[in-house]
């Protein structure tokens, strides 16, 4: 099969596009014809060896994927052979074939094309466990939602929506920012050529955001400190700008507020410590959720770009030049770029 593929640490110089043997099916794990991936920053950072998870050499980069499934390992029960499947895996899903637990992957309607499943499983998944489990957006709260012309922010913007919440966004251009009012928002700045904690304070009548949604951190992180709600939750949910914040506590005690950390990957028993059994169940629950959200329109996944698998370095040098707006697909099965239509 052909995958892209790390022999060493140092980002997009170090990887090539390879023929390897097929992965070999594991007990409990199923086989995965992959029809689309998402390029990521995350996976940038992988192969920069980088990553909070640094993964083991050589790598095959790549968290989700949409795909159908060709093979069911020992002791698989879920899933049959010729079913349309998006999953998430630690590694691997720049590659034609992957395998994948089980209890990762996740049915696909029908109704919902592989380019949108293959952004569901980690952007849209942490958006509602972050947003729904871990800060319990009630409708009629105010969620901030910054970097909101990234696929992150985007997913956010969405999912807060669907649960009735009044959303704020943040991006750094017009565009961006109309983007972010088409998926939603009912405000959006341009953080670039406005004020933008003034500008949540004058909408919430100076109470401030109850929830903030902060894939960016940095100084972004603590200007949020300064226009959040009492009683707010403030999740920081990345580093896109390349510093992470130290958290006053002072500032957590006089407000009164949540600091939310949230790691899917914990969810998908990539942690260091087990799930619980429950998690299962609400795991399947939530995407079953998300996709009924998508049949609703009340999702609308949005693609920057879609590539073929050779083109793997064009889509990832589009997310570090961090103008996507959206997501960058790729088609691991496809020899060639897609037409214009």
């Not at 929506?161 to 704020?168: D, F, P, S």
């Not at 130290?246 to 990539?270: C, D, M, Q, R």
Request: proline share 6%; with cysteine; hydrophobic share 45%.
């Amino acid at each position: 099969m052909k995958a892209v593929v790390c022999r060493e640490y140092g980002g997009l110089d170090a990887a090539r596009l390879e023929e390897v043997p097929s992965p070999t099916i594991r007990p409990g794990c199923v086989r995965i014809r992959v029809e689309a991936c998402s390029a990521s920053f995350a996976s940038l950072l992988v192969m920069e060896g980088k990553h909070q998870n640094k993964a083991p050499l050589p790598l095959i980069p790549g968290t989700e994927l949409a795909g159908v499934i060709t093979e069911v390992g020992e002791g698989a029960s879920r899933f049959a052979i010729g079913d349309r499947v998006i999953a998430g895996v630690q590694s691997g899903a720049y590659a034609q074939e992957v395998i994948a637990p089980e209890e990762t992957v996740f049915a696909l309607p029908d109704g919902v094309g592989f380019d949108t499943g293959a952004q569901i499983p980690t952007i849209y998944g942490t958006a509602f466990g972050a947003l729904a489990w871990r800060a319990k957006v009630e409708p009629g709260e105010v969620v901030l939602v910054h970097g909101a012309g990234g696929g992150s922010g985007l997913a956010a913007i969405e999912v807060a929506k669907a649960l009735g919440a009044r959303v704020i966004a943040t991006a750094g251009s017009e565009e961006k920012a109309a983007i972010a009012r088409a998926h939603g928002a009912d405000l959006a700045i341009n953080y670039r050529t406005d004020n933008w904690r003034e500008a949540v304070l004058a909408a919430t009548h100076a109470r401030g955001a109850d929830v903030i949604y902060d894939p960016v951190g940095g100084e972004t992180f603590d200007i949020s400190l300064r226009c959040i709600a009492p009683d707010g939750r403030i999740i920081p949910m990345g580093f896109a700008s390349g510093t992470i914040p130290t958290i006053p506590a002072n500032i957590v005690l006089v407000k009164n507020i949540t600091i939310i950390g949230v790691y899917w990957g914990y969810y998908f028993g990539w942690g260091k410590h087990p799930v619980p059994a429950t998690n299962d169940t609400r795991l399947r629950r939530t995407y079953a959720q998300l996709f009924a959200w998508v049949l609703e329109q009340k999702l609308r996944p949005r693609a920057h770009a879609v590539l073929p698998l050779a083109n793997f370095r064009e889509a990832l040098e589009m997310i570090a030049s961090r103008e996507v707006i959206g997501r960058v697909l790729m088609r691991p099965q496809q020899e060639t770029a897609p037409s214009a239509s």
